[in-house]
């Protein structure tokens, strides 16, 4: 398996361009399964989850060909069927049920099982199919669902959910009857799938609010459609520039996707200067301790907790980090106490004191953020640092690597023995 190895202490510097989000991907990908017609999506990052997806679709009897411009289409479902083979490694493969249960009317998709940031239930993706008439049973550890037609609802989601909402969506898209989905999700992936969904030909209002719309419609037809830049890989380039004292522009990305990340930052002393589709950000020679709590969009992003958690530690004073969107997302917590960091977790709070520096260690990243946050301490170390097992960077990260070694950073990559 391959390892980075990073040499800390070098302020980030130059200008980084921001890929396609993977979370707005996934789902668009998804979307090919609604039509019998051509999905056209550009700005499609190159990760390993986006590779799990199309490898899901080719099981599904999808034919795709691409790269940055992906071109898919389901002529025909071959199986409606997610495997259990292809879920275990991504748990948004789960995106497949609700178009698959409108376009074919059966869906059988493994379960996701156990994952390493909390239980992470399906139960309200489920309960809504089954409002709307979806038979439900759960058969070896498989969900499968049948329905001649699906039809519209007026559901109010218990807790707010990003891939529950797409999911719900999607299969309303092709419903006999309006869906209105109360408590959705307002994510900026979530009105992109909507204007994809829109151009198909669907009839969807308020994506992007709570309050969720959808006209059930026969028939979607083929889209092309460019991909909203990845806000969680942006947020991570500002979070890494403002630690280490840097001076970076992120180019092709939207500020106000991570208002409340931005917020943070200038609180702590960076400075923000934020552009129509671009973003520059200038660290402090240190940062000021800030506290954060994660919450839905518009609030601060769970996916860039650990990241700031790496910040902070070696920010001036003490901050309180609270985790309300996921239970046991503090592995990486652990981790940075290897590399010196003051950590005290009490349920899902957690209290860092700031410490001059970190010191370089052996590490192990164990989840995609707490692996990014690994890199950011890593990059402010003082000495070597290396993290194993960065295939679970490479999920979410095109070429980590490069892009912070272009930036001045002293990383590299080392490759396995084994070919992983
Ligand atoms: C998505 C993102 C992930 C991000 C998360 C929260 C994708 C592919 N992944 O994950 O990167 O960390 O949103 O912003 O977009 N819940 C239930 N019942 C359900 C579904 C969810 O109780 O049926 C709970 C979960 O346990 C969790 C909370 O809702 O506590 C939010 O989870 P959810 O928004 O569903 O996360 P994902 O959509 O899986």
Redesign the pocket.
């Known amino acids: 398996m391959d390892r980075f190895r990073i040499d800390g202490g070098h302020p980030l510097h130059g200008t980084v361009q921001i890929n396609g989000a993977?979370?707005a991907a996934?789902?668009l990908l998804a979307t090919a399964i609604l039509t019998d017609e051509t999905v056209v999506l550009h700005h499609l990052p190159n990760l390993g989850?986006i590779r799990t997806m199309c490898r899901l679709l080719s099981h599904l009897g999808a034919e795709w060909r691409g790269g940055e411009t992906i071109t898919v289409r389901l002529a025909g479902v071959e199986r409606a069927e997610a495997p259990y083979e292809i879920v275990k490694t991504m748990?948004?493969s789960t995106?497949v049920l609700g178009p698959l249960l409108a376009r074919c009317g059966r869906a059988r998709v493994s379960l996701p099982g156990g994952c390493a940031?909390?239980?992470?239930?399906?139960?309200?993706?489920?309960?809504a199919l089954e409002r709307m008439g979806g038979r439900i049973t759960i058969e070896n550890g498989y969900i499968v669902a049948e329905a001649r037609r699906l039809r519209g609802i007026d559901y109010t989601f218990?807790?707010?959910?990003?891939?529950?909402?797409?999911n719900i969506m999607m299969a309303a898209t092709l419903a006999d009857g309006t869906t209105t989905l109360h408590n959705a999700?307002r994510?900026p992936?979530i009105p992109d799938l909507a204007q994809c969904l829109t151009t198909m030909g669907a009839q969807i209002h308020g994506a992007g609010t709570s309050d969720i719309t959808i006209q059930g419609v026969t028939r979607l037809r083929g889209v092309e459609h460019t991909i909203i830049p990845d806000r969680?890989v942006a947020g991570t380039f500002a979070i890494a520039t403002a630690m280490t004292g840097g001076d970076v522009t992120l180019q092709s990305m939207v500020p106000g996707h991570i208002e409340a990340l931005l917020e943070k930052l200038a609180a702590a002393g960076a400075k923000i200067f934020p552009m129509t589709d671009a973003l520059r950000v200038v660290g402090p020679p240190r940062l000021e301790a800030v506290d954060c709590t994660t919450a839905?969009?518009p609030g601060f992003?769970?996916?860039l907790q650990a990241q700031f958690m790496a910040a902070m530690t070696i920010a001036n004073g003490s901050s309180v980090i609270n985790e309300t969107?996921?239970?046991n997302r503090f592995m990486h917590v652990g981790e940075l106490q290897r590399m010196g960091a003051n950590i005290q977790v009490q349920g899902s709070t957690a209290v860092v004191k700031g410490v001059p520096r970190l010191r370089g260690a052996p590490v192990m990243a164990t989840d995609?953020?707490a692996s990014a946050s690994l890199v950011l301490a890593g990059l402010t170390a003082e000495g070597s640092t290396e993290i194993e097992r960065v295939y679970h960077i490479d999920r979410g990260y095109e070429q980590i690597e490069t892009r912070l070694g272009a930036l001045g950073a002293t990383m590299t990559r080392e490759h396995g023995d084994d070919g992983h």
């Open positions: 993977k979370n996934l789902p989850d748990r948004a995106l940031i909390g239980a992470r239930p399906m139960g309200l993706h489920l309960q218990e807790t707010v959910t990003v891939t529950g909402t797409e999700a994510e992936e969680i839905p969009f992003a769970t996916d969107v996921f239970e995609l953020r």
